[in-house]
């Protein structure tokens, strides 16, 4: 059964700091997907991870797919008020019944 | 464009009452998803479907219907409603699973309650 775990679930940091959210997942899968929600809104796409060593990055966040660890990490690099948001990943099945299962979430607080 | 859309945005109702929530995209997306979340965890699939005519079971479908009449459009009914499904609803859409993979683009969501 294909599970996504997230840590940490809640982070908060200050300005200017860097930290990783990591997605860990439990059966194989080269799908990887990163969202973001801010407060009563809804998500919208950030990266899309489609092979193992797979590296995107936009701005402070860089994302990357490791499929031999099961592993996602979203890097966030000196952080801005502005990345305050639940940041959620996304697992796509490979095979077998179709499957899109997200995390339960990392609720990010950068301080000013 | 308008993207993905959502109606109602806000509903509250009595247990046993049913009512239909619909979703519309006009990016000619083939597969759409109806999601709910709760606090604490995440996002989970209710139903899905991959085009015009078909729906799927997803992770939590037990007291939800859905149907796909038109390619644009994916409606998801309870025909009895339980508190058990006071959450909020989001619908998706992305194009189709291939191998630019398959990014999905969300609704604004439904705030639903059910004393």
């Known amino acids: 059964e294909l599970k996504v775990e997230q840590n940490p679930l809640f982070l908060s940091m200050q300005e200017g700091k860097n930290y990783t959210i990591y997605c860990n997942y439990s059966?194989?899968?080269?799908?990887l997907y990163w969202y973001r929600q801010d407060p009563g809104k809804s998500l919208e796409s950030l990266f899309v991870?489609?092979?193992?060593?797979a590296v995107k990055q936009e701005g402070r966040l860089m994302a990357s797919l490791d499929t031999k660890a099961r592993l996602s990490t979203l890097h966030i690099t000196a952080a801005v008020h502005d990345l305050s948001a639940t940041y959620f990943c996304?697992?796509?099945?490979?095979?077998?019944?179709?499957?899109?299962?997200f995390g339960t979430g990392t609720r990010l607080k950068v301080l000013a | 464009n308008a993207g993905v859309t959502q109606t109602p945005k806000f509903r509250v109702l009595k247990t046993g009452q049913s009512m239909t929530l619909l979703c519309a995209q006009d990016?000619?997306?083939?597969?759409m998803y109806w999601y709910r979340q709760d606090p604490g965890m995440g996002l989970r699939l209710i139903h899905y479907?991959?085009?015009?005519?078909?729906?799927a079971k997803g992770e939590v479908p037990d007291g939800y219907n859905v149907s796909r009449l038109k390619k644009q459009n994916f409606l998801l009914g309870l025909e009895s409603a339980a508190p058990s499904q006071t959450s909020v609803y989001f619908c998706?859409?992305?194009?189709?699973?291939?191998?630019?993979?398959?990014?999905?683009?969300f609704g604004p969501g439904t705030r639903l309650t059910v004393l």
């Open positions: 998706a859409s992305s194009f189709r699973r291939d191998l630019r993979g398959n990014e999905q683009f």
């Open positions: 059966t194989t899968s080269d799908r």
């Open positions: 990016m000619n997306h083939e597969y």
């Open positions: 996304a697992v796509e099945s490979n095979s077998g019944t179709y499957k899109y299962i």
């Open positions: 991870l489609l092979s193992n060593g």
């Open positions: 479907s991959v085009g015009e005519g078909t729906t």
